[in-house]
């Protein structure tokens, strides 16, 4: 079994600043691509940004400039610095890690999501 623990979500005005962090623990061997979705009332979920074991990132074009990720592969741990926010980055943002637990297969698993509200 494996879980992510997401803390950090919470109310803030246009151009404030959250810090979101996605804590994996359980039968973990390693950890691949981790990586922070989004969805919207009515829209589908989307990727915001995936960084690899190694450290290469990706993002959205709409967070380029505005968000960063990071990991602690020490602590399974990985983080979305959110700058800049807009009231269009309002939605619900869920963790994502593939993990190869220790039975050597690999899984994809979510964290339960937490509430990011931007206020204009």
């Known amino acids: 079994q494996v879980q992510l623990a997401e803390s950090g979500g919470g109310l803030v005005q246009a151009g404030g600043s959250l810090r979101l962090s996605c804590a994996a623990s359980?039968?973990?061997?390693?950890?691949?691509?981790m990586g922070w979705y989004r969805q919207a009332p009515g829209k589908q979920r989307e990727l915001v940004a995936a960084?690899?074991?190694?450290?290469?990132?990706n993002y959205a074009d709409s967070v380029k400039g505005r968000f960063t990720i990071s990991r602690d592969n020490a602590r399974n741990t990985v983080y979305l610095e959110m700058n800049s926010l807009k009231p269009e980055d309002t939605a619900v943002y869920y963790c994502?890690?593939?993990?190869?637990?220790?039975?050597?297969?690999?899984?994809?698993?979510w964290g339960q999501g937490t509430q990011v509200t931007v206020s204009s």
């Open positions: 359980g039968s973990i061997f390693s950890i691949n691509a």
């Open positions: 960084i690899t074991s190694g450290g290469g990132t």
């Open positions: 994502n890690a593939a993990v190869v637990t220790t039975r050597q297969y690999e899984y994809d698993y």
